[in-house]
């Protein structure tokens, strides 16, 4: 049952993010040998003003 | 000072969400022996077409 | 799939810890009606000396 | 690369979360000899109401 | 700079795990376009006793 | 309450990691006003090898 948080900042189209999920799910069920559904993955959207790299944030980068 | 994050995808009402909060505070209680104000407890709501579960957005399930 | 996440320091006994996976556990199927096997809790333990309440390692507290 | 997440009510203002950006990534800097760019923050606002300290929601606290 | 944290139990082969942080990077760069090295990865591997599923650990199961 | 969690590789001295608990709650105190006692600060230290930047493990770079 692994589970995987992707942090990362807003931005990304609808498309992008639905295939992220069955990428990265995929990644696992190849690497591991876990059946697909015992995998799940969660998107955390962080706005772009919270979070920073360098400390300066993505909305200012 | 445990914590809790808790992963979960949108849809619960306000009140499941009270109750839930209530609920894994006295287990870290019941079971640590800790006093109930050291615990803290954050609901994480996943929008269902960003987390999935068989790499297919909760959304479409 | 809720998943649930407790970060807690180090010195717990193993049955408090099993106690406290199945206590988290019973709290989200009380609250969100949600079957036991959908739920993941994991518990990460962490050394005392790397964390810290007021800036203070939980080592020298 | 460290990376570091912030789990925090809302409530904030803007100039106080712009600045814990920096404070936190200098923080890093000057403890582990990381360069300013390798460190990445996130804030992670959680609504007052799903947030408890001793089982208690934030927004009747 | 996404960074991605996966939750798993202990007992993958050292293959397995250098494998599956390849793939889980290459996942984010063809689905986010983003370039690899600003992507990081990292395995959080708990003990089988410390993980649940069902509220019975992962070393009962 | 304010939780911080670092996520780190392995390999920092145990006076570097006590000085960082100190300053990463020092810039919570004096950026978001709260007091040092309701910060917590979790360093999560993973092994180089479980630990990746562009898909190659922190034990290879």
Redesign the interface.
């Known amino acids: 049952?692994?589970?995987?948080?992707?942090?990362?900042?807003e931005g990304?189209s609808?498309e992008?993010?639905?295939?992220?999920?069955?990428?990265?799910?995929?990644?696992?069920v190849?690497?591991?040998?876990v059946?697909?559904?015992a995998?799940?993955?969660?998107?955390?959207?962080?706005p772009k003003?919270?979070?920073?790299?360098?400390?300066?944030?993505f909305s200012e980068r």
Request: hydrophobic residues 40%; proline residues 6%.
């Open positions: 049952m692994p589970e995987v948080v992707v942090y990362m900042v990304r609808a992008q993010k639905r295939n992220l999920l069955k990428g990265v799910t995929q990644a696992l190849d690497n591991l040998g059946p697909a559904d995998v799940t993955v969660s998107l955390m959207e962080t003003h919270l979070k920073s790299k360098g400390g300066v944030p």
